[in-house]
C-alpha cells in the first residue's frame, strides 16, 4: 500500500507524542530502574534526531520537558502544526512480568484503519528486526462505539493518522534484558524512525535512502481487539 502524506507546502510534518510525564503528574510505567514517561522523552528526542536528516519533512514533539499535556492538548498540538502523522510513544506494563513483545495501537474507524495497519506492519516489523518479539495490531472500541483512545479518537475526528506503539514492556523479563543493552534507545529510535520514512515515502540526501516508492508488505502481524 501507499498512501500520501504530504502537507500543503510540499512538507510533511510529523508529530511524535512522548507519552506521559518526566517529572510529575502522570509518570506512566515505573519499573525501577524504568520511567516511563522520561523514557518516552528521550526516544522522541532520538527519533527526532534521526528524521530531521530527511528531506522537507518537519518534525515537532508535543512536549521537549517534564510537562504532562492532556490528550486534548497534545492532539491539538498536533492539528494546529498540520500534522500529517501523530505518532505517540510508549512503553507498556501489565504487573505481574507475564507479557513481553511490541504493539502498535491504531483506530477502527474504517476511513483510518487501512493506513494505520499498514503502518503498523512496518513498525512492528523493524521492531522485530531490533530485537523485540511482536504481539500484533490492536484497536480497541470504547462504549460510544468509538476509539476507546482518547488520543487516537480526537485525532481520527482531524482526519489525522495516529497511532500508539507500545514499544516492551517494562516489567517483562525478556524486555528488562533488551532495554539493558546500552543501545536499547537507538534500536528503538532508528527502528521507529525508518518506518515513519518508509510509510510516509521520505527520501534522505544524507542518508543517500529514497522510500519515495516504497510499498508496504501485507498485513502478516496478529490483527485483533485489545486484551
Do not use: W
Amino acid at each position: 500500500m501507499k498512501a500520501e502524506a504530504k502537507g500543503a507546502d510540499g512538507e510533511t510534518v510529523i508529530v511524535l507524542d512522548p507519552g506521559h510525564s518526566a517529572v510529575s503528574g502522570d509518570l506512566g510505567a515505573q519499573y525501577p530502574p524504568y520511567n516511563e514517561g522520561q523514557m518516552t522523552l528521550e526516544l522522541a528526542q532520538y527519533i527526532a534526531g534521526e528524521l530531521s536528516q530527511y528531506d522537507n519533512v518537519k518534525v515537532y514533539l508535543t512536549r521537549t520537558d517534564g510537562s504532562d499535556p492532556t490528550l486534548a492538548q497534545r492532539v491539538e498540538t498536533a492539528h494546529q502544526l498540520g500534522a500529517d502523522f501523530l505518532c505517540c510513544l510508549h512503553y507498556n506494563a501489565y504487573g505481574d512480568g507475564s507479557r513481553n513483545g511490541a504493539e502498535v495501537h491504531v483506530s477502527a474507524n474504517p476511513a483510518l484503519f487501512p493506513a494505520e495497519a499498514y503502518f503498523a506492519q512496518t513498525e512492528l516489523n523493524e521492531l522485530e528486526n531490533a530485537g523485540l518479539s511482536v504481539r500484533g495490531i490492536k484497536y480497541r472500541i470504547g462504549k460510544n462505539g468509538q476509539d476507546y483512545y482518547g488520543i487516537i479518537r480526537r485525532a481520527t475526528a482531524y482526519g489525522m493518522q495516529s497511532v500508539i506503539i507500545e514499544h516492551c514492556y517494562l516489567d517483562g523479563p525478556e524486555d528488562r534484558r533488551f532495554l539493558a543493552q546500552k543501545d536499547a534507545v537507538s534500536k528503538l529510535g532508528h527502528a521507529d524512525a525508518l518506518a515513519l520514512a518508509k510509510h510516509l515515502h521520505l527520501k534522505s540526501s544524507a542518508y543517500g535512502v529514497d522510500f519515495s516508492n516504497y510499498e508496504e508488505k501485507s498485513i502478516t502481524y496478529p490483527v485483533g481487539p485489545f486484551d
